[in-house]
């Protein structure tokens, strides 16, 4: 139907407040590309993608990049403004929290507890939110975003489960948001949490509609395509892949008939640069984090850091839609200290 | 030695006779220079002989007039030109429409058929791979026998004035045996072109041979043993009685609806087009025609229709008895027939816009039952008539 | 090289080309070569409205004796072996001429899987546009050729250029994007639950549950007069006997497939309902199942419920679902050999629209590189081979036969008896199911009114109602009445139709004439209400695109009295005919078991008995307002069904009367407010508001069905809506003609050869409404 | 509910029927009710409003782009012309004469013809370019006179005039209803540009101050089209119309 609002409501003139350029007379995207991408910062979170009213997108070598900029920039300073590594503030520990223990959901099957997903649709029973995105894989185990606003969906899909893989979640991001009527809901890395974060004190729009976010913990991420090659030399068929998971410091990935183990520390050659400089484990600045390490196997440890994630917990308490377990704080110690170590990589 | 002078008396001594030629011979002699002329022309001759006269008298001869100017040739022509044009100009007026005109506006459209047959003439003929190729070319054209041959029995004339190129005894006898062949060439047509619709244009042809062509030949007989005879030059004065009371069809009205029903089985016309019934079998016998031959097929159905209607004037409406128009003489008793043939025709080529297709198996029980019937019943009826009379 | 043409150089060039050239002009005989819906301008064209004759163009059944090919239209991948075998028939010289836009860029189907352009597979003289033509373009294109063949060389239209005004140049400007929106990943509701003040539903509901006990997962109410059970692979075939057997679910309307490619399932559903209980008419049952996408196999329902039939062989060939226990899975039935596979899978895009013109972009067009090699799609083996040893002829008829229309039907005929007979639709497959998800939903209107053009307010309104349903939109009264009164005309005109194509089968070319006279006089107040002759795209979500003028109301008014003069001669000429009756009487039997099998819809439903009209048991618009009889018959055979719908002539006649009589008195707007929005001053006439209002349509989430009864029977619309984007996700047709396919080659069996014709017309069956 | 049933006909009732069929025939061809049109050289009236080929004024168009979004069969392409404007050209291969541009052209540039009859030799040709729009086109005509189809009480008769017909109809152009486009969430502005960038009529203004690193963002009312396509465009999506 037309789209028209009452007359009267809304304005003819405004102002805009547009970041300082640390390159004067360039463009932004070329104080971007100085600052953050070649200075191998940039932790591939996305959110300049999803911002960007233009074409900037990211390349077959998995980089942010913007064919054409010279023509196609409109020189907004959108992605500055939203880039979490562009003043680049690291956060590490454990963060604040409300309630950290553990949980097991009884809807859904997962890798551990499934309560990322859990958390999601108990959102959207409640109303709070329309949708949620989530991380989807094909045959390859290559990444796409799915956007869920119910659990049918999800049916015969092989959703939840550690990827350790980049997914394109925040580029959807927007359009969930345009899309979305109620709220979002989004699963992300602690990069993606910071970047969500930043995109909300910028832009109202983002701040009403992003209602929760759950943050994953996360030692590291790689690109699908340095990890596939490196996994098929090591023997995994991706057709026959059932997860994969870093365990006591040793990289598994379960086949049907078989398992491939091997020390994480192999992987450093591919690491993402952007991993490098990154020290948060536990998604700090999320709603609720949650990951495998921390509570027994089955479980999912859940760190409940807000009012809006508390509620929600309350929520899944109340409706007995997973059991509870018991977080373990200690041995979160090691990873967390461990991704600390990172800070001395940051070049500032 | 051939007797040429008897043979040339035989000739000038048999002219039909026009009054009007000699009023415009006449007239002619009247004005100055151009009355010289022809005269000089009359009597110019070579080696004695009057060539002109001879060549007018030729012309005149009757069975020569007769087989070339009506009911002959030039009849034929002329009908096959206009007829198709006539069906078309009056079906479509009965549709609420016009029919072809745009061709020539001031005279209706009249030669339409003339493009459509230089059309046909002028048109590539595709004999396809799967034919009987010879049979596929010459089937057409042997069928052109039996349908131009009764022309040479078909009288014009009216009681005492037969017109007629061939007088014989059995004349309609060996009309009807020669139409008898028509559908024979028909089947040999289909067999040649080899096409599955052909095929079933063949069977159902055969099968309405056989239904119509009793009845027809019955209701012919009723007719014959009606005038107690058979030779054309006859049968229109059959009775020996000229005023319209004592034509055939009032005489034998039965005789007349069969051989009617039967003529339009014949020529295939709706609603008995049923071989050719071109929602069903796309032309039945004549699917794979092309061009020209298309065209023979296209006019000898009108030609059959013509004999056909002809042979129908003769039997049932007094042949060419009409009143006579002062100055034509003989003529204008084949004018009459003329006239009579071609509402004959015009009546049958216009069943088109009134009746939708019979379908086979209707049609043979119309044949087989109906038909025979009234065809049998009109064989009594013409023996109680004849003996009455 | 030898000249081949030597000897006949001299039509060539000689003195007689002048005369050949004159012949050729004046007798261009065109081939009877029905491709699509312009088939019926062309109809008009040599009917007595127009009256091609006139110009010498007499239409003949037969290729090989014409020398002219009016392609009218579509030329789908089958139809494209047709025209090129046709075309390889006719004698030299020929010419061909393109009618309509489907034959030219495409038209509305430009961009459909299924669709070539004539121009690649034979020569094209002259390219006539419109969708449809008019009679009168139709006959400028004959004229043209007419110039042509004499050597005179000269545009039937010259444009004059004027330059754009050119006050400053302005800096380079960004160029907008595709208005399509469409949603990420959607949802895919079939039973989105919905509250309705519907209590006999509660109690279906609760018998049903008791019924099913065990058999299903779910049942939901999702609207009124419509259910949704949910239930597993396993248990499909269990559930359908019981409805069939315990509820007296005895048809099945639709048979659907939804694909959802992101959730790696597809959705099977089979919507039923009941002929033999009253209550039941109205509802409709969907019964739905969830496969996945990885080897898709699925129980059919054929032996159940066997008008499922022909609607899951279609669904297998344009998805890959493999109905297990249908004998025609791994078949071709509609689409042509060289049709991309699964063309309705999301993952088959088919060419996005440009808005922009750019210059050397040759847009992309989906035609074959090249002609087809093989002229014809097979015919089912075993039936052809087992044929010789019971002493059977096998007869094809169609695509292109004189009375076939654009169908083929292949004949096993012992004697002159058929003893089976095989269809084959998909002649006129235009795909517009696919082209449906890539439109607007408005764009969506005139493409659906080309189901069927000659009966286009039902088709509209079919799918208009489908959006309204959605939306919730409660239409003025005076647009009810206009609506009603336009789809009954509509009604009226798609009888003399086939009413027409009718007595030609019979060889009854009068009967056709009139029919078509008729008709003409119909279209007079749609061209004056709409500016368009049979396509009118008129109704619109909310009402109609402007309001009707008491004139034309008058116009209308006189029809209804002016008809009966014609329609009266055309009984006594053909009706009343005892040849007619002698052809259709007792032919083609469709006894009342056998059409509720073959899950026969409209008329031909009512001419065996059964007492069902939509228009009666779920009234729409102004139909509960007026009074009207539904007319139904006993004997099942071709002439009851034939003067069956002649008696819903009068009917309709009478509706129409009586809407312009309540239509004068009532004032007021004829488009809904609920609609218009903001741009109320539009509410009599949308001219400048059209885009704005309705470009922007969002059908909430979940599946939508409507039934409206169309002139030849139900044509039920199902629309699936994620609820964001304005496009929809799935649209399915279901049309009478397509429906009634099945009985119409039931009651052919048995009979004589000749009959079949009598069959044919007595199902008013139009190919491009059955293949869509 | 009306039964109706096959009537079942004796011998009598027969030849009733076959009587009146042949006499509706003779009366037919006696008196026909002729209806028809004599195409080339006559042209049946048609009302003003029929959907025919259409004209383009350029001076009422504020390119929206709306008339090619529309378009069902995607025949109207929008062509830059020297001035940078953009307006709508038309492919006749494609054009299914629904009019729904000239129902959605809100300045009511596009206006409707009577023009319809026209045969093209080539399909390039059928493409026409906005310059071919504006003024009427020439077409091959035939026609002497004009045939109406009157329809009273009774039955549908022709009248027939000895006129030629305008083809081209003077109708009044519709003026849509005056929109204007408005910020409602000023504070998720990317300031992007791409509304001023995309409109046409000059009417939004983004002036960037670089001392104080703020970008002016302003709607012109007075210069403001309403076409919408800033709206639809914004990324943030934070432009509605409003009436003016």
Known sequence: MATVTETGKGEAEWEVKIPEKKLKDRLFFENLKAMVIDTQMCSRCLTCVSICPSELIVNEEDIVDFPNYEEKCLDCGACVRVCPRYDYKPKSGLGDYMEFTAGKSKRFKGQDGAMGTEFIFSAIDMGLIDRGLFVDRDEQWRTSVFHVRGKEQLEKLPLGGTKYVFADILPELKKAVMFSKVGVGVVGTPCMVSGIRKLQEEFPVFREKVKLVVGLFCTENFHYNEVSKYLIEKGVDFSKLIKTDIMKGKFVATMTDDEVKFKVSQLTGILPSGCNVCTDFTAVESDVSVGSVGSVAGFSTTVVRTEAGKEIWDYIKKMGNAEVGEGKVEELDFLINHKKEREKNIKQ | MIDISGLIGTIMNNPVNIPLLYVIYEFLLKIPVLGGIVAFLLDFSILGMPVVRYIIGFVLWKPFFTLIIIPGFATLGTMLLVLPWLERKLVARMQWRVGPREIEPHTRGSIQLLADTLRFLCQEVIIHKDAHKHYFLQFPFLYFIPVLLPLLFINAGAVGHPLVPIETPYALQIMIGLISLMPVFIIGVAWASN????????????????????????????????????????????????????????????????????????????????????????????????????????????????????????????????????????????????????????????????????RIDQALSIGWGAMLTLALFALVWSVVIGVII | MENPNEHIDFLESGPLAPLKKWSAKWSLWPCHFITSCCGVELAHAFACGYDGERLGTLNLGISRQSNFIIVEGTITRKMARALQFVYGQMPDPKYVNVIGACGERGGIFWNSYNITHPSDIVPVDFFVPGCPVTPESLLRGVRALQDKIMGVDKKTIEFKKVELPFEEKLEERMVPTSPKIYAPTPEIKVDVKRVVDWDFGKELEHTLRKELKGLFESVTITGKDRIAIRTTPENLIEVARKLKGQMNFDHVKSVNVIQVPHERKFIVEYVTSSYGIEELMTVLVTIYTEIGIKNPKIPSLTSVWESANYSERELHEFFGVWFEGNDWMGRKFVLAPDTPDLPLRKEYKIPEERYVFEKDVEPEFMVPIEPPKDLYTPIWEEFVETAPA??????????????????????????????????????????????????????????????????????????????????????????????????????????????????????????????????????????????????????????????????????????????????????????????????????????????????????????????????????????????????????????????????????????????????????????????????????????????????????????????????????????????????????????????????????????????????????????????? | MKKVGTPEYDLSDKLKYHVSALSTAAKEMALPLNITTHYPRERKRQPDCFRGYMLFDPERCISCFQCSFVCPANAIWMKDAPSGRYYPTVDYGKCIFCHFCIDSCPGGALKTTKIHDVAYKTMDEMFTSTEEMIEPPEIIREDVGVVDYVIDKEDLSLKRTKEKDALIVDVEPSQGVPMVSVCVDRGSCLACKVCDRICESGAVSSVVEEATMTVKMAIDAEKCTGCGLCVKECSMQILRLVRK
Request: charged letters at 20%; proline letters at 5%; one cysteine or more.
């Open chain 2, 195 to 358: 096409n599955r619709f052909s095929f079933i244009g063949a069977v159902r042809e055969a099968f309405m041979y056989f239904a119509y062509e009793i009845p027809f030949i019955i209701s012919v007989l009723a007719m014959i043993v009606l005038y107690g005879t058979s030779n054309t030059a006859e049968v229109v004065s059959g009775v020996n009685q000229s005023t319209w009371l004592h034509w055939g069809i009032i005489l034998n009205p039965f005789a007349a609806l069969t051989f009617f029903i039967a003529t339009a089985m014949a020529t295939a016309r709706l609603p008995f087009d049923i071989p050719e019934a071109d929602q069903e079998v796309a032309f039945g016998p004549f699917v794979e025609y092309t061009g020209i031959v298309f065209g023979l097929a296209y006019i000898m159905a009108y030609e059959k229709a013509y004999v056909l209607a002809a042979i129908m004037t003769m039997l049932f409406f007094g042949g060419g008895s009409g009143p006579v128009i002062p100055y034509l003489g003989e003529l204008s008793y084949g004018i009459w027939f003329v006239v009579k043939t071609l509402i004959i025709l015009l009546v049958l080529v216009n069943l088109r816009g009134v009746y939708p297709r019979y």
């Open chain 3, 390 to 772: 019971s002493d059977e002829i096998v007869v094809p008829i169609g695509p292109h036969h004189p009375g076939s229309g654009h169908l083929r039907v292949t004949f096993r005929i012992k004697g002159d008896r058929i003893v089976d007979a095989l269809p084959e639709p998909g002649f006129v497959h235009r795909s517009m199911e696919k082209l449906a998800e890539n439109k607007l939903y408005i764009q969506n209107v005139p493409l659906f009114e080309r189901l069927a053009i000659n009966d286009p307010a039902s088709m509209n309104l079919a799918y208009v109602r489908t959006l309204e349903n959605a939306l919730d939109v409660e239409v003025p009264e005076r647009a009810k009445y206009l609506r009603t009164i336009l789809s009954e005309l509509s009604r009226i005109e798609a009888f003399y139709y086939d009413a027409g194509i009718f007595s030609l089968f019979f060889g009854h070319t009068t009967g056709f004439m009139y029919c078509m006279a008729i008709r003409e006089m119909i279209i007079e107040p749609l061209v004056h209400i709409s500016g368009s002759r049979s396509g009118p795209s008129f109704i619109v979500p909310g009402g109609l695109r402007r309001d009707i003028s008491d004139d034309v109301l008058g116009m209308i008014d006189n029809i209804t009295f002016a008809i009966h003069k014609r329609a009266k001669k055309f009984e006594s000429i053909f009706v009343n005919n005892p040849v007619t009756i002698a052809r259709a009487k007792g032919v083609g039997v469709l006894t009342k078991e056998d059409a509720i099998r073959c899950g026969m819809v409209g008329p031909f439903l009512r001419a065996s008995g059964v007492n069902y009209d939509i228009r009666k048991v779920a009234p729409y618009d102004a139909y509960d307002k007026v009074d009207f009889e539904v007319t139904t018959g006993d004997d099942g055979d071709c002439l009851g069904r034939f003067l069956g719908r002649l008696e819903e002539i009068r009917e309709s006649v009478k509706i129409v009367k009586q809407g312009v009589d309540a239509v004068r008195d009532i004032k007021g707007p004829i488009l809904s407010e609920d609609i218009l929005g903001e741009y109320k001053e539009a509410s009599s006439d949308i001219k400048g508001s059209f885009f704005r209002v309705f470009g922007n349509l969002v059908l909430p989430k979940g599946e939508w069905t409507t039934i409206t009864e169309a002139a030849r029977g139900t044509t039920l619309f199902t629309i699936n809506s994620d609820g964001e984007s304005n496009v929809p996700y799935r649209v399915r047709v279901i049309s009478p003609s397509w429906m009634n396919l099945k009985g119409f080659m039931e009651a052919a069996k048995g009979e004589r050869y000749a009959d079949f014709w009598a069959v044919y017309g007595s199902f008013g069956y139009f190919p491009p409404e059955a293949d869509r």
